[in-house]
């Protein structure tokens, strides 16, 4: 890996340099004139997915992507219809540095919301909101040390803190033992020592009231005051979502370690944030660093916890106190690994005496979770961490504070409608000054292979030397795998290639392709009997380099691959299933998976004979996937009729969804590339789909010239146009114009397209690198994935994805000839 590694660093060595490069010139210097004060930034679309009203909906909007630097964005404000919009500018990552702006709205259910950003130094100073947050660490000065109590003195609030050795619990050194966050709703604190609980401060005021907490010592918070009360008895339990490790049979807390440092991040009117370094944890056999990013916005219960570790470390526990008088609550777990859920209590479990109610929760990842487990202090979910970082959310609910949750109900109501607002991400279109700048003028040939290189340019710094084994996928969060993603993005840039040489680049990806083949022609990380037949997409990309420099390893990998073709198992006319975990099921994605490798395969090493069982998967799968009514293609069929997603009578899915349909088109153009002329008895059933296909999807293509993510539902609640599913339909527009598949008058059809592309889609950034958003990260059926709109709806919305990637750069190359020739 060292290799990869060292050709990154030459890449990153100045990302402007290397993208500039590829850039128009006139628009290198745009981030100045954007970033002066009184312009406009940014115009942006922004909607509610939900079927309900969401109050103080935040938005986080990094200064990059906005196309202003940090020393630019001084001055950022939020505007909707000539009104101010609550914002703030804040250090989201915690290195001390502004590096984004967070805003703060009300959305009605369903609404679409337009707003602009402006840099405007008068704006910004006679903005005034309401402080609705706080953090803050308060110790004592002027007393002294008397063991491990401190005496004497008065308290002080600080930034940063570091106890001394000395300091543990009830040292009455530190006001209410640790740092505490709060907004307008309810405060933590977080005992600095070696209990790491999380305890709650009921709030009566709605407004924040930690600067009054504790002032006379310890004792006054714990009795009801006008302000409230600590509701909670923590003991030796993580409390109200703390963290620790789970050894198998109990939690161990955060307590074995060389020290504490807790700083207060941000403390402002609309996000308050507080970072905590537990300094040489020793637990598992490990030593490591642990961070924590704790951070809260006006209005809401909610913490938003970024644990950070130095080394890797599963088993990571967070939880809630276990209590008596209390009813656990458990969140969906049959929804995808994406999705949120939740672990909750809810009952008489607070210190106030009487019988008030109190609802705690942990919000969380249901992929990440291992286990639902706990000891005698605590509820516990186990989380396996992504490399070495976890994301969770931490809140309570007390039915004392002003306009409380009262019931159990209307708790788990209120624990349902976070979860969707966390799954369900506001959809959202930015048009940023420098992004337009850059797209201005006509399209031509070098314009379309300039976006193609800048954005592989951009990539050869974020991810795809890291595709190589031993490495890092940043977009999927795990060790570097043979995946059909990296053979996507590979095959991409060797299309670039092919008409902008680059050695450089080339030689990463020959890098990448050998880092997995080994000397006696294994795949590493691959498994034939796993039947997958995603992994066979990288194929293509080693079959390539075969070409190139025909090593007998290659050959050998290659036939490994072709004999999993030769054992998969089919449906009972012959079509290949998607996995072995997912029997008699058709898929649209496996088409594109396996036939273009198959028939490049069969044309290199078999003079073509399974050219005609290729043609058959394409054609079975248009007698049962395909819709007579629209012409487009549902996304999988399941023979078996077993699968919750799989209608009882057809066995075939619910929706028509955009990247699924877009893997068929680029199978068609790919294959008909390979299959030669004189097949006609071959081609034709394809050539026919093509064309039927092409008519299929000018009637569903937007007038921006994209797709939506389900391409007949344009006005459904949260759809939105989606980038890699339009990238592919450029794609096969543009390279079936070229080479005679599609009639010469689709041409506008995929100009259009790819102009909508571009548009749409590409967000240009200060360093001049650019990225490709609004992308599904992933789509399945079955484990949770039942196939419905809502299902579609809830996968995140991504960015800078191989599979949107790949398309882009490849629809860029294709474009370019069409443009290239009369």
């Not at 002003?402 to 959809?427: D, H, M, N, S």
């Not at 031509?444 to 795809?464: C, G, I, K, P």
């Not at 993005?489 to 670039?496: E, K, P, S, T, V």
Request: with cysteine.
């Amino acid at each position: 890996m060292a290799r990869i590694l060292f050709g990154k660093t030459l890449l990153s060595i100045s990302i402007a340099t290397v993208v500039s490069a590829c850039s128009p010139q006139p628009s290198a210097t745009a981030p100045q004139s954007v970033g002066s004060n009184d312009s406009s930034i940014a115009n942006l679309s922004v909607s509610n997915p939900s079927t309900f009203e969401r109050k103080e909906q935040n938005l986080l909007l990094p200064f990059s992507d906005l196309g202003v630097t940090a020393s630019q964005a001084q001055a950022l404000v939020a505007l909707e219809g000539g009104n101010t919009v609550p914002s703030q500018l804040i250090d989201h990552n915690g290195d001390g540095n502004k590096d984004s702006l967070l805003l703060q709205f009300d959305f009605a259910a369903t609404e679409t919301k337009q707003l602009q950003i402006l840099n405007d130094t008068a704006l910004f100073n006679a903005q005034q909101f309401t402080k609705r947050t706080q953090a803050e660490i308060s110790r004592k000065t002027g007393g002294q040390w008397q063991d491990a109590k401190y005496v004497g003195g008065s308290f002080e609030n600080v930034t940063e803190l570091t106890p001394p050795a000395q300091y543990t619990d009830h040292s009455e050194w530190i006001r209410y033992e640790g740092p505490g966050i709060e907004s307008d709703k309810v405060g933590y604190r977080i005992y600095l020592d070696w209990r790491n609980g999380f305890d709650v401060f009921g709030n009566k005021t709605g407004k924040p009231v930690l600067h009054q907490v504790g002032l006379d010592g310890y004792k006054s918070y714990h009795e009801m005051a006008d302000w409230g009360m600590d509701l909670l008895k923590v003991g030796k339990s993580l409390g109200a979502g703390g963290f620790g490790y789970w050894d198998g049979e109990k939690v161990q807390l955060v307590s074995t370690v060389s020290g504490h440092t807790a700083k207060v991040i941000e403390n402002g009117a609309v996000y308050s944030a507080l970072q905590i370094q537990y300094k040489d944890w020793q637990i598992a056999g490990k030593t490591t660093n642990l961070t924590a990013n704790l951070s809260m916005t006006a209005g809401s219960r909610l913490v938003h916890t970024r644990l950070s570790l130095t080394e890797q470390l599963d088993n990571i526990a967070i939880g809630l106190v276990r209590l008596p008088n209390t009813k656990v609550l458990h969140g969906k777990s049959e929804v995808t690994g994406h999705s949120w859920t939740y672990l909750a209590t809810w009952g008489e479990q607070t210190l106030t005496g009487g019988n008030d109610k109190l609802g705690m929760a942990i919000l969380y990842k249901r992929g990440a979770n291992k286990q639902l487990t706990g000891d005698e202090n605590s509820h516990v979910a186990v989380m396996t961490p992504s490399g070495t970082e976890l994301e969770y959310y931490f809140l309570s609910a007390w039915d004392g504070e002003p306009g409380g949750i009262k019931t159990e109900a209307e708790f788990v109501e209120y624990l349902e409608q976070e979860v969707e607002k966390l799954t369900l991400t506001p959809r959202l279109s930015l048009k940023t000054a420098l992004s337009e700048q850059q797209k201005a003028g006509a399209l031509t040939a070098d314009v379309a292979l300039n976006w193609s290189e800048r954005l592989a340019a951009s990539e050869m710094v974020r991810q795809t030397p890291y595709y190589a084994y031993g490495g890092w996928d940043y977009e999927r969060q795990r060790p570097s795998k043979w995946e059909y993603t990296t053979g996507l993005q590979l095959q991409a840039y060797d299309d670039l290639l092919k008409v902008k040489p680059n050695a450089q680049w080339q030689q990463v990806l020959t890098d990448v392709i050998d880092s997995f083949i080994t000397s006696d022609g294994d795949i590493r990380t691959y498994k034939i009997s796993n039947h997958n037949i995603d992994s066979l997409n990288s194929g293509n990309m080693l079959l390539r380099e075969y070409q190139r420099n025909p090593k007998p390893e290659y050959k050998q990998a290659l036939d490994l691959l072709r004999k999993q073709l030769a054992e998969h198992p089919r449906t009972s006319e012959g079509a290949f299933w998607h996995k072995q975990i997912y029997p008699h099921q058709l898929w649209l994605d496996g088409v594109y998976m396996g036939m273009p490798f198959l028939a490049n395969y069969s044309k290199t090493f078999e003079q073509g004979h399974a050219f005609d069982e290729v043609v058959k998967e394409f054609t079975i799968s248009r007698d049962k996937l395909r819709d007579p009514n629209t012409g487009l293609y549902y996304h999988a069929w399941d023979e078996a009729r077993e699968q919750d997603w799989a209608d009882k009578n057809t066995g075939l899915a619910s929706q028509f969804w955009g990247r699924g349909l877009g893997w068929l088109a680029m199978a068609l153009v790919d294959v008909l590339e390979i299959i030669p002329e004189d097949q006609t008895a071959l081609r034709q059933p394809l050539l026919d789909m093509t064309a039927e296909l092409a008519e299929a999807l000018v009637k569903v293509q937007h007038n921006s010239g994209t797709w939506y993510q389900i391409l007949d539902k344009p006005n459904a609640p949260g759809n939105y146009l989606e980038s890699s599913a339009s990238g592919m339909f450029t794609y096969f527009f543009a390279k079936g114009v070229n080479n005679g598949y599609l009639d010469a008058r689709y041409k506008a059809t995929a100009v259009k397209a790819y102009e909508g592309l571009v548009n749409e889609f590409i967000l240009v950034h200060p360093d001049n690198s650019i990225s490709l958003v609004n992308t599904c990260q992933v789509a399945g059926l079955g484990f949770g994935r039942d196939g419905s709109y809502h299902y579609y709806m809830s996968e995140p919305v991504f960015r800078n994805d191989a599979k949107a990637n790949g398309p882009f750069i490849m629809a860029g190359v294709q474009i370019a000839k069409l443009l290239g020739t009369n």
